[in-house]
């Protein structure tokens, strides 16, 4: 299933913002809060998910990627797995291949499955893990380092696997406050420079270690809450972000960003927003 002109298969992606060329989806037709796996569902477990909201939502930003120029790709939904729309979770591009994920939650085992064979029709050659388990908003990549989320999702063990498969990179282990669930929900990297942070979920010295290498720009606990950090850069300055995070997008403006707004606050509830929805599968410089 394709939203757009199928191009020659060849994944490729050495940072979280170069040029997206191409990336892979999956609409949230049976998106529901069934077992809570993190804060932000339990907030609206009782509210739940308005599908047909999440779908219409959805279906705007893929509309906005394909006027950006980004070729998409949409895995098919299945109702055995609500949270499939989290695309990122299930798999990371490093280098010149995808990785396939091993998921840590019950309600979302098997989804690896569905994204290899994806993969495998598509002529792309996925490469799994020893069993070590790792989820891919923990992995955010800037060129030859790979920094790794140890979380509740992800264990120490995937980083020295991750460090043997990838010689060439230096692979950075960052611990954070295992509530917010990934990395990539409180630490986003924007540019060679800039990267956006909740520095409440990070020890002084991970911070001082960021900041040695980027310009981090804040977000506080309530946008942070409203997944303020989990914008999407794909490429030019350009990064989508939701309306609601005024602070977030003022920063972003104030230092040269486009700011691409989006509404995602039905897909939040669930606990991610565009860099959770998407698996990028081509970047180019």
Known sequence: ??????????????????SLRRVLLCPPEYMEIKDVINDVQKSYQEENINTEKAMQQHKKFLEALQHEGVETDLLNPSEAFPEQ???RDIGFT????VYIAEMASEIRQGEEGVLQKWLTKNDFQPEALGGNRVEGGDVLIDRDTVFVGISSRTCKNAVDELQKKLPEF???PISFDEKYLHLDCVFNILSPTEALIYEEALD?????????RYTLLPVDQQEQFALGTNVLSIGDRRVFSQPQNTKVNALLRANDFRVIEVDFSEIIKSGGAFRCC???????E
């Not at 002084?204 to 040695?212: F, H, R, V």
Request: hydrophobic share 35%; glycine share 2%.
């Open 1 to 18: 299933m394709s939203a757009f002109t199928k191009s020659s298969p060849s994944a490729r992606c050495k940072s979280e913002y170069d």
């Open 85 to 87: 729309v989290f695309t």
């Open 94 to 97: 490093v280098g010149d291949t």
């Open 170 to 172: 230096e692979v950075i």
């Open 204 to 212: 002084q010295e991970t911070i001082d270690m960021l900041s040695n």
């Open 278 to 284: 998407t698996l990028p599968l081509i970047r180019e």
